[in-house]
């Protein structure tokens, strides 16, 4: 634990992926367990990891990245964040992000811009950049991220890292600030498939603080994945959507060869359409940000967070600290999500993005009655400049394309890193069924 402080605070000066460090608990509770000895079944037990700051931890710091909750002390653990306690985990500290995990850049933290390990000029993609970059810089071994339209598959691919997103219900979103609740998934950023496999068994499972956890089974995850594990016969589904027009020619190149080596690992690998694909941005930002506009009422300056002071009365209470609390890409989604939702326009946005999403499910569902993953690049770029695309939101939504789908259908889906387009790193996703991360683990795997 000494030498991961020591580590991250040699490299976090220039990536600046931490907001909180959590150095003086996480040095008694190592001083503890050197006591104390650990468990053979506790893997995680002594080993620092990130956490990014929208999951909340009891008494330490948890903004969101957010001004609004600048001064916010939690009074309780995530779920996620009790059971890698139960295994007596440490917890090094939190995250930067977008606020309130809005973005693809961790440009829209309100504390400091992080930058890509590969190239500091470059973002780390978002909104788990935190995350991405501390892993890829190898500050902590593995890191919590969060999924709503792609936060954990983009950023992964940017810094040349594992990234992972289960399938809806998988995890229990208890403890997560919620952004789109119906999308938000918790998943771990790591090095390695095999890390991130035996990560993930740890914190899935049913939870009765969240009633859209599933109460499946969780598999172990990692104990599948040794040296007999192939990809023989297995169906991969390339859509064509996903290697189309705005790809990247050099990003369609590294997935191209990632999937000839399927093919001689012994893979089928056949073209098939997933024709909703282009409506995905569109009705994700009209869903994501209607739930957003409602789950974000909770944040008025009385409960608790930042409240403004110089206040008339109450109605000026709520205006001011939201006014000061929130930054531009908060309010821009606060305002898409109340228009969506608003009676005189509920029909033509909220209602037809339901619509989109019913048939974006279908379209997985074909595919996947006669094959057993997806394939295609996470998305359409490599990591691009800080700052050269924050202005231009369309643009920056446009790099969701990959990416929304899959939790418009509430897959599994991950990046792995495939190979370097212009020295930069490219992510290869991989989406599985429902459930079944077992299988998209074990292709991964066998990539490595
Ligand atoms: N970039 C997407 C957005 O801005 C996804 C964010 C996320 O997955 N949290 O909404």
Do not use: C
Request: no cysteine; charged share 20%; hydrophobic share 40%.
């Amino acid at each position: 634990t000494k030498a991961t402080y020591d580590n991250i605070k040699a490299k976090d000066d220039q990536i600046e992926a931490f907001l909180t460090l959590n150095e003086e608990n996480a040095l008694a509770e190592a001083a503890a367990l050197d006591e104390k000895g650990i468990a053979a079944d506790q893997l995680v037990a002594g080993i620092p990891l990130g956490v990014k700051d929208n999951i909340v931890t009891k008494d330490i710091r948890t903004t969101a990245a957010s001004k609004i909750l600048d001064n916010f002390k939690p009074i309780y653990d995530a779920t996620v964040i009790e059971k890698l306690k139960a295994q007596n985990f440490i917890n090094a500290g939190k995250l930067n992000l977008d606020e309130f995990a809005m973005g693809g850049s961790t440009e829209n933290s309100a504390y400091q811009v992080t930058h890509n390990a590969w190239d500091l000029t470059r973002v780390p993609g978002g909104s788990s950049g935190g995350s991405a970059a501390s892993v890829a810089a190898g500050e902590v071994l593995a890191a919590l991220g969060t999924d709503t339209g792609g936060s954990i598959r983009l950023p992964a691919s940017y810094n040349g890292v594992v990234g992972m997103k289960p399938t809806y219900g998988r995890v229990s979103r208890w403890g997560i600030i919620a952004f789109g609740s119906s999308l938000d998934q918790v998943g771990w950023l790591t090095t390695s498939v095999k890390d991130n496999a035996l990560l993930t068994s740890l914190i899935s499972g049913h939870d009765d603080h969240d009633l859209t956890s599933s109460t499946r089974d969780v598999p172990d995850f990692g104990a599948q994945l040794n040296d007999d594990t192939n990809v023989n016969g297995l169906r991969i589904a390339v859509p064509k959507e996903y290697l189309g027009e705005g790809v990247d020619e050099k990003v369609k190149e590294v997935i191209k060869a990632a999937l000839k080596h399927y093919e001689s690992l012994g893979a089928i690998v056949d073209e098939v359409s997933l024709p909703h694909t282009q409506y995905g941005v569109a009705a994700y930002y009209i869903i994501s940000s209607s739930e957003a506009s409602s789950n974000l009422q909770r944040f008025d300056g009385i409960r608790y967070g930042v409240r403004a002071t110089d206040v008339q009365d109450l109605e000026d209470v709520y205006v001011k600290s939201r006014s000061e609390g929130f930054g531009d890409e908060v309010k821009r989604r606060i305002m898409l999500g109340t228009f969506s939702l608003s009676a005189g326009f509920y029909d033509a946005y909220f209602n037809k993005a339901s619509q989109i999403r019913a048939l974006i499910r279908q379209d997985f569902e074909n595919v996947f009655k006669d094959h057993d993953v997806v394939m295609g690049p996470a998305g359409p770029t490599v990591a691009y400049k800080i700052g050269s695309n924050i202005a231009d939101p369309k643009t920056m939504y446009m790099n969701d394309v990959l990416t929304v789908p899959v939790n418009m259908a509430g897959l599994p889906g991950m990046s792995i890193p495939a190979g370097l387009a212009d020295g930069m790193p490219v992510g290869l996703q991989i989406i599985g069924k429902p459930f079944d991360e077992e299988t998209m683990y074990k292709a991964a795997y066998t990539f490595e």
